[in-house]
Nanobody
């Protein structure tokens, strides 16, 4: 497994919504999935993470407006983003890591397999 495949994103007016999708991992082990975003010149930061059991957790940047979820059947991850603002305009990445427990993984270095990134553009 070398990479994940992302889809969705695009352009929306400020206050609008976008959904990102991510697929391509196998679920033979316990895993943690994360959505990250990266503004040029800054480190990649996590916005939300989800465990194989469906439990979720959010960074401050994702709380209240973003929802991370995964398909009940099949290996597809989603990030529903609403109330988008100018600060949300950037590239979003999904990532997966096999884990031995329900430890929350928030750092870019915690993950080894990544999606290619999808741009979310917010027009004011």
């Amino acid at each position: 497994q070398s990479h994940l495949v992302e889809s969705g994103g695009g352009s929306v007016q400020a206050g609008g919504s976008l959904r990102l999708s991510c697929s391509g991992w196998t679920s033979r082990s316990n895993y943690c999935l994360g959505w990250f975003r990266q503004v040029p010149g800054k480190q990649r930061e996590a916005v939300a993470v989800i465990h194989y059991d469906g439990s979720t957790n959010y960074a401050e940047s994702g709380k209240g407006r973003f929802t991370i979820s995964k398909a009940r059947y099949g290996n597809t991850l989603y990030l529903q983003m609403s109330g988008l603002q100018d600060e949300d305009k950037t590239v979003y990445y999904c990532a997966v890591k096999v884990v031995g427990s329900t430890t929350w993984l928030w750092r870019e270095s915690d993950y080894a397999i990544w999606g290619q990134g999808k741009q979310a553009t917010v027009k004011s």
